[in-house]
């Protein structure tokens, strides 16, 4: 069969692109996805019934009713009610529903003077706007500080403007950044909540490269770190700047390279496995250690 285009839409009632087919008839998904991103799809509406009517998918490729495309109007599906439609919504609600990126973040402060009080820290990142939570971390049993804390704003554009540049405080040179997984959790200690911002990716095949799957997920926000297990094992790990972005990924389907895959939370077990370890007699941090390891890899470019 030799090469046709069949016409497809966002709806019904929009005008329609014209697609090219293979040379057997079929239309891949890729090559609706590339004019229609997002899409997992296609549907008609029956000449006969008026119902609509499913296009079969097998394997990434788009098989014609009957054997005849014909001069209908395929209609593009997306995931959950299409998804897409979110770009097209008032800019502040779209960001508030689906990414979130606007929220703020508790941001580590590292570098602390001794000296430093809590009043100190609000004093000083009052300057840049409004402060809505402090802490520095202290010792439990000597009260000392850490030599780090934490300070979260009201406003995202406030915190961006902090985490630009350095800071002297009491003297001393200081940075506020997003907390790090490792040092937050070496440091924070084990009863220190955390949010992630790394994300599960379930149901990926193995032709999905990290550079791939950082291009797609870098529409939801600032993407940080991709890892993909070697051997493969059908999963990869993304993490972004912002956990508010990870956060509002989780329980979502998504279809990358015409496949669907699964968005959970990749909460770190580092606290229950050196918990449980503990029990034992000897207490073995190394084998905690290695234990944690083969539940939860950290990348090393990761950390």
């Avoid at 609509?52 to 009610?81: C, F, I, Q, T």
């Avoid at 706007?129 to 000597?142: C, H, L, N, P, S």
Wanted: hydrophobic residues 35%.
């Amino acid at each position: 069969m030799t090469e046709c285009y069949i016409r497809v839409a966002e709806d019904e009632n929009e005008e329609p692109m014209e697609i090219p087919s293979e040379e057997d008839g079929t239309v891949l998904l890729s090559t609706v996805s590339a004019q229609f991103p997002g899409a997992c799809g296609l549907r008609y509406r029956s000449p006969v019934s008026q119902c609509m009517r499913g296009v079969r998918l097998v394997e990434g490729v788009l098989h014609a009713p009957e054997a005849d495309w014909g001069s209908l109007v395929y209609v593009v599906n997306y995931p959950k009610d299409n998804k897409r439609k979110m770009d097209e919504m008032d800019a502040a609600s779209a960001v508030k529903i689906k990414r979130g990126v606007q929220k703020t973040s508790d941001l580590i402060v590292l570098g602390l003077p001794w000296k430093t009080t809590e009043q100190d820290l609000k004093d000083y990142f009052s300057t840049f706007g409004e402060v809505i939570m402090v802490q520095v971390k202290r010792d439990a049993k000597t009260g000392n500080s850490k030599g780090f804390g934490f300070v979260r704003f009201t406003d995202y554009e406030t915190q961006v403007k902090a985490m630009s540049q350095r800071h002297m405080i009491d003297g001393r040179w200081c940075d506020c950044k997003l907390p790090n997984s490792k040092y937050f959790l070496e440091q924070a200690g084990p009863d220190e909540p955390m949010r992630s911002r790394k994300v599960f990716v379930g149901r990926c095949t193995e032709d999905m490269t990290a550079d791939e799957l950082r291009q797609f997920f870098m529409q939801y926000g600032e993407v940080t770190d991709v890892f993909i297990p070697k051997p493969f094992r059908a999963f990869a790990f993304v993490t972004f700047a912002d956990d508010q972005v990870a956060q509002s990924l989780c329980g979502e389907d998504l279809i990358i390279k015409g496949t669907s895959v699964h968005i959970s939370s990749a909460e770190p077990k580092h606290n229950n496995i050196h918990h449980l370890f503990s029990n034992f007699p000897g207490r073995s941090p190394p084998l905690a250690a290695m234990f944690e390891r083969s539940q939860y890899p950290f990348p090393s470019s990761h950390v």
